[in-house]
């Protein structure tokens, strides 16, 4: 028995949920940026390292978020879902920091913004997919 296909949303319904998770999801993946950049270059211990140490670790860290910055600036739908694969590296690590004594606010935050980022990159693809097919025409 064939399935009975559910009709795409119409293009003015489409348009403000896209507006909202793309806002959402830059705002969420600037928020992860600055969480990261704060908490590795003003509050975290370099345990006697070289100045150096703590700014690589940094710049390593954020190196998964610069390879998709371009595809969710652009606001491609394959960046977004990228985004989300690439956005669970920070959620583990979030989780891990959220039982170490010292750093469980920034674990918090980490898991909140990972968490909204993921949300809200994932509904932007699936809605800009099925903005594009209405689109072009499909019902």
Known sequence: ???????????????????????I?????????LVILVWGLVFTDDHGAPGWVPKAWVALKLLPLAIVLPGVLLGSARGHAWACYV????????????????????????????VSLFLSALLYTRWRFQYERKLAGED
Do not use: D, H
């Not at 028995?1 to 348009?15: F, G, Q, V």
């Not at 830059?26 to 992860?32: P, R, T």
């Not at 669970?88 to 990972?114: C, D, H, R």
């Open 1 to 23: 028995m064939a399935r009975k296909k559910k009709p795409l949303p119409s293009l003015e319904r489409l348009k403000p949920r896209l507006a909202a998770s793309r806002a």
């Open 25 to 33: 999801c830059l705002g969420s993946f600037l928020g992860l940026v």
């Open 87 to 114: 956005v669970n590296l920070y959620f583990i690590t979030g989780v891990l920091n959220t039982f170490e004594p010292g750093q469980y606010i920034y674990g918090w935050a980490e898991v909140l913004l990972s």
